[in-house]
């Protein structure tokens, strides 16, 4: 495989610790490091959760990023704490938005649910092949075609309506496709049903509902960058721009924008430049592909 013997040995472990537990049992894997001051908070948190779900088959697996180079660069870690679930060898969950125990207890129980662990077997049958069309609505998503991503989230929901991910992914692609009055009739009905009210993942709905209600058509959102790019020390509005590329699909500019006025002034406006990027993160969802990347180059300006 080309791998040195210190890399065989961290692939070994990690089949050992991780791999194969989680054939059978939810795994909570957690890269830390001993000089990171928000793993030490969080560990506390992970191992209590972990042990009062042990008897549903939930177990919590240690990757010291600096002891376990490699394995860290497999799952292009960034930062640090970065926390999965993972079952059958594979990350099913980025957990390391849970910062709270009821947060990280809903995300479990919602997996337990889904997957043949323990209570949650007997939802076995259904959860794989619906995890599977979530997957390829959000794939969907994240690719620009909003308006496909909405009926396949649609579907699902058809299928399982009390299914969280379909729900959020259902609003959030109405959101980005510009229905805004749709996104908000789905966001309410999702909101009503008892099972879902709770949800984090409607949360992360709402965020982009609220980020898609700074939409404006064309010849304004022109006039905008135009403004922000006559005078950067206008942060208004660099911001205003920034809000409206984001509601329009052009996230790429909105990052661009935010990231460039964090650089000037972080402190603008009681940081509104970087609390907008997180609100952003949080809308799109933190495995999206563009918002890794973006939270790696907004840690380089935070820590670098």
Not at 42 to 51: D, H, I, R, S
Request: proline share 4%.
């Amino acid at each position: 495989m080309g791998l040195s013997i210190d890399e065989q040995k961290a692939v070994d472990r990690f089949r050992t610790n991780v791999v194969e537990p989680s054939m059978t049992k939810l795994v909570i894997l957690d890269f830390y490091a001993d000089w990171c001051g928000p793993c030490k908070a969080l560990t506390p948190m992970l191992e209590k959760v972990a042990a009062e779900y042990a008897d549903k088959g939930v177990i919590l697996a240690k990757i010291d990023v600096d002891a376990d180079k490699f394995v860290a660069a497999q799952f292009q870690v960034q930062s640090i704490p970065t926390v999965y679930a993972m079952f059958q060898g594979q990350p099913v969950a980025d957990l390391t938005p849970m910062r709270s125990e009821s947060q990280l207890k809903q995300t479990i129980d919602q997996l337990l649910t889904q997957l043949p662990i323990g209570e949650g077997a007997a939802a076995a049958d259904a959860g794989p092949d619906v995890a599977q069309l979530v997957a390829m609505g959000d794939e969907t998503l994240a690719g620009g075609d909003a308006e496909r991503a909405a009926g396949i989230f649609a579907q699902i929901i058809e299928m399982t309506p009390d299914n969280a991910a379909a729900q959020a992914g259902l609003v959030r692609a109405l959101a980005q496709a510009g229905h805004v009055e749709q996104a908000q009739a789905a966001l309410a009905a999702a909101e009503a049903n008892p099972a879902l009210a709770d949800d984090p993942l409607l949360a992360q709905a709402r965020s982009a509902l609220e980020l898609a209600g700074n939409r404006v058509d064309d010849g304004e959102l022109a006039a905008l960058r135009d403004k922000a790019q006559a005078d950067p020390a206008d942060m208004a509005a660099r911001y205003a721009y920034a809000e409206a590329a984001f509601a329009g699909g052009d996230r790429e500019s909105a990052g661009t924008e935010l990231l460039a006025m964090f650089t000037a002034d972080r402190e603008w406006n009681d940081g509104a430049a970087k609390a907008k990027l997180l609100q952003i993160f949080e809308a799109v969802g933190m495995e999206d592909p563009w918002v890794v990347a973006t939270r790696r180059q907004l840690s380089r300006l935070l820590f670098g």
